[in-house]
């Protein structure tokens, strides 16, 4: 909501900007700038990415909307969700948790927590960790060391997209220059027209390093940012994963395991320590 927010507020100062002082809206509006700079930037994109990270990039700018998919009810869930299968494992053993990670779908205690099933990363982290826990022995230190390479491996792949967004935006202005040499050119071919002509062909000229830059830092280039915080705050969900699983691999209590997983949440998702235990108390 507030990426539109945003953009409203750009556009609308920059055109009152303009009306206040004595320009006219309607000079922005040259057909053939956009078409070079709208058409370059995205024969750029294309060139650059393939259409995997393309598909992501526009699923992720669109994303920026709604904001990050993780928040409070979301990391409540996690905290029950872990805290139940700890509690499973510790009750029935650690072999009987091998069913519910082979398939958690079809899992009693996964399908109870439908945020968490639609994290595809998350998932995959945790049940490949518990797999290599139920293999037996793995220190603690190793696989910590196991989830960080995890960790590190999604967070760089996550954060393609908004690179690759933030490399549009960083080119934006030179377009924008192409496209005012572009006008240029036409420019010295209408010098014999006079005075007028050539003042008009100049203005629809600097239109396009007006849009360059207006891109690269009012549009493209804060898209790319907000993205990439997105991702920041998304892979904290795995952080509390793996602080949890840590705990519990080193033979703390479920309780105790739920409680090192509660601390790694970010303070503005971290619920508090009565509402964890309240959720606890609901996962029992």
Do not use: W
């Not at 739920?258 to 503005?268: K, L, T």
């Amino acid at each position: 909501m507030f990426v539109i927010i945003g953009i409203v507020v750009v556009f609308v100062s920059i055109i009152g900007g303009l009306i206040v002082a004595g320009g006219n809206p309607l000079a922005l509006i040259v057909p053939a700038e956009y078409i070079i700079i709208g058409g370059a930037a995205i024969g750029s994109l294309l060139i650059a990415n393939p259409l995997p990270v393309l598909k992501k990039i526009i699923s992720g700018a669109l994303g920026t909307i709604k904001g990050p998919k993780v928040n409070k009810t979301a990391y409540i869930e996690l905290l029950q969700l872990l805290y139940e299968l700890f509690q499973f494992a510790k009750r029935e053993g650690l072999i009987a948790i091998e069913s519910h990670i082979e398939n958690p779908e079809q899992s009693s205690i996964f399908s109870k927590y439908p945020s968490f099933l639609a994290n595809k990363p998350a998932v995959e982290f945790l049940t490949d960790t518990l797999k290599v826990v139920l293999s037996g022995g793995v220190p603690a230190h190793d696989l910590e060391e196991l989830m960080d390479i995890d960790i590190e491996n999604i967070l760089e792949e996550e954060q393609v997209p908004a690179q690759s967004l933030q490399t549009l935006a960083e080119a934006f202005p030179g377009l924008g220059i192409v496209a005012a040499v572009m006008g240029i050119i036409v420019t010295m071919a209408s010098v014999s027209e006079g005075a007028e002509a050539v003042g008009h062909h100049v203005a629809a000229a600097l239109v396009g390093t007006f849009l360059g830059v207006l891109m690269c830092y009012g549009i493209i280039g804060p898209t790319a940012s907000i993205m990439n915080k997105i991702v920041q705050k998304e892979m904290k969900y795995l952080q509390t994963i793996k602080a949890a699983l840590l705990a519990f691999a080193k033979g703390a209590p479920a309780s105790v395991a739920i409680e090192y997983g509660r601390r790694s949440i970010d303070p503005e998702n971290r619920p508090s320590f009565q509402e964890t235990e309240q959720a606890i108390k609901q996962a029992r």
